[in-house]
């Protein structure tokens, strides 16, 4: 039997060895902003670890609120998309056959270019106030370059599709006078789109370069700190200690862990290479299928960007764009988030169930007490970050500066999380070449954005959808859910909800629906294009390290996630689900009604409850599920008869002439 176990734990380390192996290429291949340059050259390394670390420290400084640095935002923005093309350049090759070994000559050029383009912000601003921002002939020049330097960054790291759009932006504004219906708009010359796009707060320096100058790049700077330090490993424990021994412990545990890691780092395929070079073999070896293990890290690692408090920055965006406290944003998305949580454990406790698929043996997890007694002072940076944020009173930006210094300073009272100088520099670095990507592409969105506001784009697809659903609430929400997630598809999270709210989320506010809950909505689905085919990039991720199928990990995550795609209609049904305009006793019953829903769907989706479900049974579960979404009583009282039907067939019927096997005795995994 020890040989047995020795065996098997041996094979389960080499599994977990080789999972880790892929991550890189998994990374290169589902995230374009890891396919950087290395160079052979060491004065070429130092120049970009020079310039990521001048990046770091001067958004830190500027968060600090140093009175020499505080200026107007255009020149802020200016200074942080000039940093973000000229690193951009200098790692990312041109093409897939481009060397990456060296940079060309071309790129130099892009770079000096970049370079320019704040100091000509700087210089010409008076100019800008004098003109009432209409622009000179240089400042057209000047801004076309701009424009095409985000352009070409942005293909290079978020691929053609974000390019490809905001190009179709600029074509509507020059040629939007000769579209048919709706769509049709006065028309603008090439002067007044570039000067609006790149002399104002309107387009490329506007709101979405202002939320990645400010918010985006100081909480990827915390999360990496974090992981420096150790956290991550702290909720890879933390999360075993609680749920590892459990039935169908170890998917458990990939819930948990990647949904505490995506909250604070905001990537989703990034947190599936994470957590899933450890926790998708341990799915594999205690019976889950590789798809189903795929989809389990894909799906938990979506959600850790819906999940308060830093849910991967997008909170401080949301209470950006809609001019309202922190605090509004994480209290609506709290219940939506844990139903979200709550809908994937109950999945994966039904499938073990179903499959006898035990955990591991508590002896051999990790003690609660033992992982908080080591790193548990890792928490006291997210409770002060949350003090600072609700109780405070200061800025967001103020408090994150603060929140990072924390944690720095708290990492130095235990030897296992402590940083030297050169630890902190790194994590530094990292902060800021993981904020490249997320930052052009929000530059790239500010093009989309500006067209938007110029030409009234976003108001006509209002109407559209609104037409098209012939003011039918359901219809309308079907069709924004469309939209969202096509616009939403390949796209980085922040980005791609930027582009949602603008686009879609008027639409729901222009038939009655609160702007939170309208937000809130089009965030839910922009997340989820992550998790769809046919551009699945965390599932696609999550099946590189199983082994298994690209399309099926997509297909059994959207089953996986199925509550998920339903929580959206719940809370634009029932606001009080966000907390809005709510009672204690009507939030006490639209959470119960949701939380028997959500069980209703994984018993649906499954087929199983206490037993296994025929299709009548299912089809009976989902359409109980489906009917509590309406807060009405008369439906949440069928929906409820509905589940005591299920329940009574189970109990009286099915389980009596349906006696279980005893299950298998547990595996051990005594060397992870």
Not at 118 to 130: A, D, E, G, K, L
Not at 139 to 167: K, Q, Y
Not at 432 to 454: F, P, R
Request: hydrophobic residues 50%.
């Amino acid at each position: 039997m020890a040989d047995l176990e020795k065996n098997v734990s041996a094979d389960l380390a080499e599994e977990t060895q080789i999972a880790a192996a892929k991550g890189a290429e998994i990374m290169e291949k589902y995230e374009k902003e890891s396919r950087t340059r290395k160079f052979t050259a060491k004065w070429m390394d130092k120049l970009v670890y020079v310039l990521c670390l001048f990046f770091t420290i001067y958004h830190l400084a500027f968060a600090s609120g140093l009175r020499f640095l505080q200026m107007v935002n255009i020149k802020h923005h200016a200074i942080h998309v000039g940093l973000v093309l000229m690193i951009g350049f200098l790692l990312y090759p041109a093409f897939k056959k481009s060397s990456r070994k060296t940079v060309a000559w071309y790129d130099w050029v892009l770079f000096a270019l970049s370079a320019v383009m704040p100091v000509y912000v700087f210089i010409r601003y008076p100019v800008f106030i004098s003109t009432g921002f209409q622009g000179e002939t240089i400042d057209i020049i000047m801004g076309t370059l701009l424009v095409l330097l985000v352009l070409e960054c942005s293909r290079r790291l978020s691929g053609p599709a974000l390019t490809i759009l905001s190009i179709i932006f600029m074509a509507y504004g020059l040629y939007g006078r000769y579209l048919p219906g709706i769509f049709m708009h006065r028309g603008y010359t090439w002067h007044r789109i570039i000067t609006y796009l790149t002399t104002d707060i309107y387009g490329i320096y506007g709101t979405s370069v202002k939320v990645a100058a400010t918010y985006i790049v100081l909480f990827i700077i915390f999360g990496e700190v974090m992981n420096k330090c150790g956290m991550g490993q702290f909720f890879n424990d933390i999360a075993n200690a609680l749920a590892g021994h459990t039935k169908g412990g170890p998917a458990k545990v990939a819930v948990l862990a990647s949904g505490f890691l995506g909250s604070i780092n905001g990537s989703a395929v990034a947190n599936v290479v994470t957590t899933g070079t450890f926790t998708i073999p341990l799915m594999k070896r205690t019976g889950y299928s590789k798809e189903f293990a795929g989809s389990v890290e894909a799906t938990a690692s979506v959600g850790g960007q819906l999940l308060p408090p830093v849910m991967g920055a997008a909170a401080f965006v949301m209470a950006e764009t809609l001019g309202v406290k922190y605090g509004v944003i994480i209290r609506a998305a709290v219940i939506p988030a844990l139903l979200y949580y709550g809908g994937i454990l109950v999945q994966v406790q039904m499938r073990a169930t179903k499959e006898h698929l035990n955990g591991l043996p508590k002896e051999q997890m990790p003690k609660p007490k033992q992982v908080m007694k080591e790193r548990g002072h890792l928490l006291i940076p997210i409770a002060f970050l949350l003090y600072m944020l609700i109780f405070s009173g200061k800025t967001v930006i103020f408090s994150a500066f603060w929140t990072i210094v924390v944690t720095i300073v708290v990492a130095e009272l235990r030897p296992i999380s402590r940083m030297s100088f050169k630890d902190i520099c790194d994590a530094f670095v990292a902060g800021a070449k993981s904020t490249v990507s997320v930052a052009i592409a929000c530059a790239c969105v500010g093009i989309i954005v500006g067209v938007c506001g110029l030409t009234g784009f976003a108001l006509n697809v209002a109407h559209a959808i609104i037409y098209i659903g012939q003011e039918s609430v359901l219809l309308t929400l079907v069709f924004t859910m469309i939209t969202c997630m096509i616009l939403g598809m390949g796209l980085p999270s922040i980005p791609s909800y930027l582009i949602t709210a603008t686009i879609a989320a008027p639409a729901l506010v222009e038939l009655g629906q609160p702007e939170i809950a309208a937000h809130m909505f089009c965030f839910y689905y922009a997340m989820f294009a992550n998790l769809t085919p046919p551009v699945a990039l965390a599932s696609f991720a999550a099946a590189g390290l199983s082994g298994g199928s690209p399309m099926k990990t997509g297909w059994q995550s959207v089953r996986l996630a199925l509550a998920g795609f339903i929580i959206p209609f719940m809370f634009m049904y029932n606001p009080q689900l966000l907390l809005e305009d709510v009672t204690v006793l009507s939030g006490i019953q639209v959470v119960v009604s949701s939380c028997i829903g959500v069980v209703m769907i994984a018993a649906a989706v499954e087929g199983y409850l206490f037993g296994k479900l025929n299709w009548l049974l299912r089809a009976a579960a989902m359409a109980g599920a489906l009917l509590l979404i309406d807060s009405g009583t008369i439906t949440d009282v069928i929906g409820l008869a509905l589940l005591v039907g299920v329940i009574l067939y189970q109990k009286l019927i099915y389980q009596p002439r349906h006696k279980e096997p005893d299950p298998p005795a547990p595996a051990s995994a005594a060397s992870v």
